[in-house]
Nanobody, 120 residues
């Protein structure tokens, strides 16, 4: 089985920083794209940032200049460094990964979500 386990969410004041981590574990042949999405109640899940295996990145306009996505392929782990946080960044953040197991051609996987709250 494959699991994505997130950590690093919490409560932070406006202007503060948080670093999210997400590690993929299980019987994995290769991890392709990894990324972060976020969602608020009653709203659609939206892309925050995505990183390809070779390191190319894509950011939502709201994240550009404030958030940095990175990954460690040896650890099958993706990170999201969030700086200059704003109240509108408050959401549940979900880790995403496209993972190929030895027995398939690849599937999309999601973490359980971690709450990020930006408030004074």
């Amino acid at each position: 089985q494959v699991q994505l386990v997130e950590s690093g969410g919490g409560l932070v004041q406006p202007g503060g920083s948080l670093r999210l981590s997400c590690a993929a574990s299980g019987t994995i042949f290769r991890v392709y794209d990894m990324g972060w999405y976020r969602q608020n109640p009653g709203k659609q899940r939206e892309l925050v940032a995505l990183i390809a295996r070779e390191g190319s990145t894509d950011y939502a306009d709201s994240a550009k200049g404030r958030f940095t996505i990175s990954r460690d392929n040896a650890k099958n782990t993706v990170y999201l460094q969030m700086n200059t946080l704003k109240p509108e960044d408050t959401a549940v953040y979900y880790c995403y990964a496209r993972i190929q197991r030895y027995s398939d051609y690849g599937n999309n996987y999601w973490g359980q979500g971690t709450q990020v709250t930006v408030s004074s």
